[in-house]
């Protein structure tokens, strides 16, 4: 067989059960697990574009275009997932999968490596540039080399994993037509499960390198914010581990697809945690417009006076009565930043504490007053040591 596919012996082959084509041990998820996932993120990118569009979290900037471009590619590794599970015969063991179907499934399973490899480089490069709107006013350029060197890292190895994915056989056609029974052509393909290993290592070095930039940068510069906000804004960035952690399960199922002899089930798994390492970075990318979505229409200007005051009451409960781990959330997850700005001793850093949907150079909040009026103050900014 092509490629990155183990070849299957006839004396595995003659071991095998009888081939059941009728009713077959299947697991038949993927449609509704695969559009769930979909669903979920198309959301919160509509989402944050809306809020950029109307001006609520800043302008347009090249972070939204690779983060559009990581969207819709993962709209593309959804369909194939859904057509490769459906109509090709991957949610059942090989054995259970007739031959005309092989060419079906080898096709869906090379497009899904250049949708991959495409959707989850836009989404990391989208990650990057936010982090370089971030430290734009930080004194010291070696935040921004750093940044500027993973995002040329990450595209450089985007495009080596797609000359190779092209270059894999010659015609490149002959990856998915090899299984045909009826074309008969020469063609040529290179053994490449060297390639599944680069490929899965790459990927889960730059998932930890964007995990750990902007924990480094929190760190070393002590700002003078609150420890249990700091706190809350290292584990927010954290949770980007969960993407690492489904990449490193990728790379597992990627690097047994080249090992194991049932294929399909193992290519099921595959498209599995590509799912979930693609849609997972996309929606961590879009979770601070979440925050301001909520500010916006939760407890924002296009909401009644009534409902206003209710949240305003509301706030004010949190303030007074939460324990330690809720009022960590509270002061990160709250309806007016505005009081981040107070917290920064030098203005050169304050680009690092800005709400995260708006560290785009500008303070969204500032122009309107009633934003700022929001928040008063109360007895927990007292015993937090926040200077108004």
Not at 20 to 47: C, E, H, K
Not at 144 to 153: K, V
Not at 204 to 224: E, F, G, K, R, W
Request: glycine share 6%; charged share 15%; aromatic share 14%.
């Amino acid at each position: 067989m092509p490629a990155n596919i183990a070849d299957i012996p006839l004396s595995v082959i003659a071991s095998w059960p009888t081939p059941n084509y009728i009713d077959p041990v299947r697991r038949q998820w993927m449609p509704v697990f695969s559009l769930a996932w979909q669903i979920a993120s198309t959301i919160l990118v509509l989402g944050r574009f809306y809020l950029r569009a109307t001006n609520k979290t800043g302008t347009f900037g090249l972070d939204d275009l690779f983060l559009f471009f990581g969207w819709a590619f993962v709209i593309g590794l959804t369909t194939c997932a859904w057509i490769g599970a459906s109509w090709y015969g991957l949610d059942r063991h090989t054995w259970d999968v007739s031959w005309d179907r092989f060419p079906g499934a080898a096709l869906m399973g090379w497009m899904a490596q250049v949708l991959f490899n495409f959707s989850s480089c836009a989404t990391k490069i989208s990650v990057l540039l936010f982090y370089r709107r971030m430290v734009v006013d930080i004194p010291s350029r070696k935040w921004r080399y750093a940044i500027y060197t993973a995002i040329g890292f990450t595209a450089i190895y985007c495009m080596g994993i797609l000359i190779a994915l092209l270059t894999i056989c010659r015609p490149i056609k002959a990856y998915w037509l090899a299984y045909d029974l009826n074309w008969h052509k020469p063609y040529k393909c290179v053994k490449a499960e060297a390639l599944d290993y680069v490929i899965g290592i790459l990927s889960v070095v730059s998932d930890l390198y964007s995990v750990a930039l902007p924990c480094v940068i929190l760190q070393y510069y002590h700002l003078n914010i609150p420890r249990r906000q700091k706190i809350a804004l290292n584990t927010v960035f954290c949770m980007g581990t969960l993407v690492a952690g489904a990449g490193i399960a990728r790379t597992y199922f990627l690097i047994r697809l080249g090992s194991t002899y049932d294929t399909s089930w193992t290519g099921f798994d595959l498209f599995t945690w590509s799912l979930i390492e693609c849609q997972l970075a996309i929606i961590c990318a879009c979770a601070p417009s979440l925050r301001a979505f909520v500010k916006n229409y939760l407890n924002g200007e296009q909401v009644n006076s009534a409902l206003r005051g209710l949240s305003f009451g509301v706030s004010q409960m949190f303030h007074r009565h939460s324990d330690h781990n809720v009022s960590a959330v509270q002061q990160v997850c709250s309806t007016d930043y505005g009081q981040s700005w107070d917290y920064i001793s030098k203005p050169e850093y304050r680009a690092l504490t800005m709400p995260l949907s708006t560290a785009s150079g500008e303070d969204t909040y500032a122009a309107t007053s009633s934003n700022r009026d929001d928040h008063r103050p109360t007895s927990a900014d007292a015993e937090e040591g926040v200077d108004k």
